[in-house]
């Protein structure tokens, strides 16, 4: 355990300002992620140095398709989170304290450094929730010349996301809906935050987003036109990933039609330079210039950049914003 950061100490309970929860904790008790815990007056960060999952991961699985493609990450999870998603796919890990093993700093460290990994990904359950640990670990990899990647839900407060944002290289956070009602019923939490923090980081870093789309509850094209145009109106060429839906957790709606994954690719098109589909076999991920339609990043074997010189397109000359 280890002291959290962003509390505030009111006497018969503390308040957590990590996330927009904002939870009211009383002595003995857990806020709504169930890690973060009040011990007379002082809040703990319970998954400090607990990791339940670790994988050589390639990036292309986080997924960030344009942050040095082909390459592999060193990637570890907790448990915990703060959303409680019907369809959860990680809720073996999210709720898997049992599963958790103690493992330091300097062992994380030392097991990432016998790898060829570009860095370190805090991914598999929500790592905002881990923050304290995953900030601990980020200035390490950062003083070793390495890269810091955090998947995420998104749902964080800005002042430690502010706080937080300078070791980061890459995100890919999840926009789960553009409904406020789908972020409370389905996944208990709110959308405003996440849009917040879209917004935020991608001024600060590089962020890719992922939407799993979920037949008549997100996918109808009034919502998907209005998720990529919120994204467009960012930055045209943030990269936008759909991916296919299964079956799991609480949630049994069939797996996603492929053809409403068709159509949302054909819709976002519309107003972003990048958009990929993903967890399904079948689809074309390749990049491909917005400009003059050749191959950049071939993804059909193996990840090979084809097609870009110093960040141009070799074809067309045309800048290319990928990071390798
Ligand atoms: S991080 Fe956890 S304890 Fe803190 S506000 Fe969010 S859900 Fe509540």
């Given at each position: 355990m280890k002291e959290a950061k962003f509390y505030e100490n009111k006497g018969d309970y503390v308040i957590c300002k990590?996330?927009?929860?904002?939870c009211k904790i009383k002595n003995g008790s857990t806020g709504i992620c169930k890690v973060r815990k009040n011990i007379d007056g002082v809040l703990y960060s319970t998954n400090y140095e607990k990791i339940t999952s670790i994988g050589l991961d390639p990036i292309e699985k986080k997924p960030l398709y344009h942050f040095y493609p082909g390459t592999k990450i060193f990637s570890i999870g907790s448990f915990g989170c703060n959303f409680r998603c019907d369809?959860?796919?990680n809720y073996e890990i999210v709720e898997g304290e049992a599963l958790a093993i103690d493992l330091s700093i300097e062992k994380i460290i030392q097991l990432e450094e016998e790898t060829n990994s570009i860095g370190m990904a805090f991914t598999y359950n929500e790592p905002t929730i881990f923050y304290e640990m995953v900030e601990d670990l980020a200035k390490e990899m950062r003083n070793r010349g390495k890269k810091n990647v955090l998947v995420t839900?998104?749902?964080?407060?800005k002042e430690p996301l502010t706080h937080l944002l300078p070791l980061i290289d890459a995100m890919n956070i999840d926009l789960k809906a553009m409904s406020d009602d789908f972020y409370k019923k389905i996944?208990?939490?709110?959308l405003d935050p996440v849009l917040e923090t879209i917004k935020l980081s991608a001024t600060k870093t590089h962020v890719e987003v992922t939407t799993l789309l979920i037949d008549e509850y997100n996918t109808s094209e009034e919502e998907i036109e209005r998720l990529s145009y919120f994204l467009s109106n960012i930055d045209k060429d943030i990269v936008l990933h759909f991916s296919r839906y299964f079956p799991k957790h609480k949630m049994n709606n069939p797996a996603t039609n492929l053809s409403t994954l068709t159509k949302a690719k054909e819709i976002a098109k519309k107003h972003l330079n990048y958009v990929y589909i993903g967890n399904v076999f079948g689809f074309d991920n390749s990049t491909y210039c917005?400009?003059?339609?050749?191959?950049?990043?071939?993804?059909?074997f193996k990840t090979q950049i084809v097609g870009i010189e110093k960040n141009r397109c070799s074809h067309c000359g045309q800048e290319i914003p990928i990071i390798y």
């Open positions: 990590l996330c927009p929860h904002n369809y959860c796919q839900n998104g749902f964080i407060n996944c208990k939490g709110k917005p400009y003059c339609n050749s191959k950049l990043i071939d993804r059909n």
